[in-house]
């Protein structure tokens, strides 16, 4: 430094000497002056001022003057500079580890999942979240002003942080030996709440104040204060103010008194330290000291704080809310679907609130048809548990769903996850088959015993009814029938419109499909059915509306569009003759007074399951009854149908009553779609194989005639399937019978309508009401010179 010194006064030295010289220079001429002149005239530029300035500095220096590095303000400049670097610094990395400024929005906790009705009631909360989301007009003046008092006695001034009250809460805790003051602002409780771990550590702590000022810059003050309100834990599973009400008083947050809210906004600090339930003396005098605080800053007179102070604190506590689920089977529904629609990295992040199209109205009124049901139907009959759902047909948005009996004792889903034989409900696609093929409900087919490649269909009343239409065939059920018209037009016709309809289960190729030995579940046949509703029209079933993230933004919404599954005059013949199925057929305990109803029945065999699907033009609603371990039932669809009806009375109550369309012209309609008729190798008329022997009567001379018969299973038509015992029981079913009969408390009388038909006389409904009654699929025996019977079931290869 001492050479550097030398350098430049000799350096200056000879500079001033050469300017000297050639101003005394007699060289030097005119223009030189000038130049000189101007030079001088012209003001000192910026580097020629430090130039100077540092000259006079060093010529100030002693010659035996201290390096820089031993002088105390070097060491004091370079340390602050070192600081400001490094504090710049720390705030940039600890601002690359914040979120970004659009998720300071965020209105809810990580990890929670959030899932509400159609009306914006929540059905349940998973992770830590209030039940009630109030707005901050919604919470009580005093609740707000006892928190602030409590909690951040400088909220409306600061920036996020602030250092009075931290050095404020310092002194008060040294003081009480005790922590009885908090030195974070509620802006950073809340960024503590929405962002950070609960780690006690200095970094943490600095994210926190830096957060806090974020959301300062971000948010306004009432949404801070909103936001804190409602998700500040308070302790015994409590989050928010209106939980905090609820556990500790049964009230809501409009109806505590002064002494309740001063105790609430008392438990941030420590929510199970100074909780009444857990330590009461505590919680009292946590209490006033908020109530003291209030006072100092003016939210309450002295009157009101000796009133509140005076107060006993008495307690009456609740289970949080957020326990409570709503329509569980329908959550568990819910739940499964959300992976469709946002990627895993979104589910376990959290903070989703997922909007469903569930009517919470309409789901009490099902839970109760359901319980009802299973209270009084169920225990005489003989099944156990019972499933509902309902479907806004034209928005294919689900509004009701039961799926079983209890679910805390057993989530399976009934309406979903159950693969049932629909019975005569499959019937409907069938013959929606062939009115689309250009056929009239009005062609006629004779209802007679036959036996078709070794498969005989049997009517439920085992009478047969000769000649009779398409129309009262599935009015009456009539299982022959049914099977004749699926050979009419063929396997793949009819399955291929069953699958547009909204059948989503496989179905084969046999002879038993027409009358429902393919299994499908609750859900995709009540759709299906939707399509008669909605004039052929079909939309995918669907639960959620709309999801949103943390920040309240929509990230996903159901846009699910109606597709042509069958032509309109289809469905609305179809429409016409379901409606005769409840007007004067197998449906009638479904009737609806003066409002239209059209639906079909159905029962399997030994009535291991009872169905009825129905609908008006505003809803379609399917019922099951049955036995999980597929155990036979003495019911009848009969029992589904008053389910669907004591569903259906509550949920069309505030609705408009609609007519469905007009049945369009039914002769010399064109066919939309092409047949494609089964051709069987053998058919037998009359019973199977029937052969009769005459035996000589020596003493009579005369001869008696022997019958043998063989008779052959609807569904051991099913390679797949092993053959289900048959067992005869005695009871009513009116889903294959010409009419029906319920005595049994609660049901309507559907005997009192009798079938018109031609072909079939009064004597035989008699004759039939008298006989005992079997399930839709009779019993069978196969004779010991018959091929095997996957040989005989399996369709021909020209079919």
């Not at 439920?460 to 398409?470: A, D, I, K, L, Y």
């Not at 179905?507 to 052929?536: D, R």
């Amino acid at each position: 430094m001492a050479k550097f010194t030398s350098w430049f006064k000799e350096r200056t030295t000879k500079s001033s000497d050469s300017e000297t010289e050639k101003a005394e220079s007699p060289l030097g001429d005119s223009k030189e002056k000038e130049k000189s002149t101007d030079a001088q005239n012209q003001p000192p530029t910026q580097l020629e001022k430090a130039k100077q300035r540092l000259v006079q500095l060093v010529a100030k220096l002693p010659s035996g003057h201290k390096p820089l590095y031993r002088r105390y303000w070097f060491w004091a400049g370079l340390g602050i500079g070192s600081g400001i670097v490094a504090i710049s610094y720390g705030v940039w990395s600890i601002d690359r580890t914040l979120p970004e400024k659009t998720e300071l929005n965020a209105i809810v906790r990580e990890q929670t999942l959030t899932i509400k009705a159609a009306n914006g009631t929540i059905l349940q909360q998973q992770g830590e979240a209030t039940r009630e989301q109030l707005k901050l007009e919604e919470i009580p003046d005093q609740v707000q002003k006892a928190f602030i008092a409590a909690e951040d006695r400088r909220f409306n001034t600061h920036n996020g942080i602030d250092a009075q009250g931290i050095v404020r809460a310092v002194l008060s805790n040294v003081r009480s030996q005790n922590v009885v003051e908090g030195g974070s602002t509620i802006t950073q409780q809340l960024a503590r709440i929405l962002f950070l771990k609960q780690e006690r550590t200095v970094l943490r702590k600095l994210k926190e104040a830096r957060l806090a000022q974020k959301l300062e810059e971000q948010l306004s003050k009432d949404d801070i204060l909103e936001r804190y309100l409602n998700l500040v834990y308070l302790g015994s599973g409590a989050y928010g103010v209106a939980d905090a009400a609820q556990v500790y008083f049964s009230k809501s947050v409009n109806e505590l008194t002064l002494s309740e809210i001063a105790t609430i906004a008392g438990l941030p600090p420590a929510p199970n330290r100074f909780s009444p339930q857990v330590n009461l003396e505590a919680a009292k005098q946590r209490r006033n000291l908020v109530l003291q605080r209030m006072y100092e800053d003016g939210y309450i007179t002295a009157a009101q704080k000796q009133a509140a102070v005076a107060e006993q604190l008495t307690t009456k506590p609740s289970s949080p809310k957020r326990w409570q689920v709503e329509a569980p089977y329908f959550i568990s529904y819910i739940q499964k679907e959300l992976p469709k629609y946002v990627p895993a990295e979104i589910l376990n992040a959290g903070g989703l609130t997922v909007e469903t199209t569930l009517n919470p109205t309409w789901q009490q009124a099902a839970e109760e048809a359901v319980a009802k049901t299973l209270r009084n139907q169920g225990r005489w009959e003989n099944f156990k548990q019972a499933a509902l759902v309902a479907i806004d047909p034209r928005s294919g948005e689900i509004k009701a769903m039961v799926g079983g009996r209890d679910f805390d004792k057993n989530q399976f889903n009934r309406v979903t996850q159950a693969k049932r034989q629909p019975g005569s409900t499959f019937k409907g696609f069938v013959y929606a088959t062939a009115i689309a093929a250009g056929k009239s409900p009005y062609n006629k087919y004779l209802d007679e015993s036959v036996v078709i490649d070794g498969y005989e269909p049997k009517n439920f009343s085992e009478r047969f009814s000769g000649w009779m239409n398409m129309r009262d065939a599935l009015t009456r059920s009539i299982n022959v029938v049914a099977v004749k018209v699926l050979l009419d037009v063929g396997f793949q016709p009819t399955i291929k419109l069953a699958h547009n309809m909204g059948i989503k289960s496989e179905l084969k190729p046999y002879y038993s499909l027409a009358l429902g030995s393919n299994e499908v579940n609750l859900l995709e046949l009540t759709s299906a059915y939707g399509s008669f509703a909605t004039q052929g029209l079909h939309v995918e079933p669907h639960g959620i509306t709309r999801i949103l993230n943390r920040q309240g933004k929509e990230i996903w919404s159901a846009d699910f569009k109606p597709k042509r599954a069958i032509d309109a005059e289809t469905a609305a013949i179809m429409t016409w003759m379901l409606r005769n199925v409840v007007n004067a057929g197998t449906g009638t305990a479904a009737q609806l007074g003066n409002r239209p109803v059209a639906g079909k029945t159905g029962t399997t065999d030994d009535a291991r399951d009872l169905w009825f699907i129905g609908y008006i033009p505003q809803l379609v609603t399917g019922v099951w009854l049955g036995n999980d371990d597929n155990k036979k039932t003495w019911g009848s669809s009969g029992s589904a149908a008053y389910t669907w009806h004591e569903f259906m009375e509550e949920a069309v109550k505030e609705m408009p009553i609609e007519k469905f369309p007009e049945r369009p012209q039914v002769e010399g309609r064109k066919g939309i779609i092409k047949v494609q008729p089964v051709k069987p190798r053998k058919i037998v008329k009359g019973s199977a194989a029937s052969a009769e022997e005459t035996v000589d009567d020596g003493s009579s001379g005369r001869s008696r005639r022997r019958r043998s018969r063989r008779r052959y299973s609807q569904q051991e038509q099913q390679v797949d399937q092993a053959p289900r015992r048959r067992r005869r029981y005695y009871q009513q079913e009116n889903d294959d019978s010409s009419t029906t009969r319920r005595s049994r408390r609660g049901f309507r009388n559907s005997e009192s309508t009798t079938i018109s038909n031609s072909e079939s006389s009064s004597s035989d409904n008699s004759q039939r009401r008298s006989r005992r009654l079997r399930t839709d699929f009779s019993r069978s025996r196969y004779s010991s010179n018959q091929s095997s019977w996957r040989e005989r079931l399996r369709p021909s290869s020209s079919q």
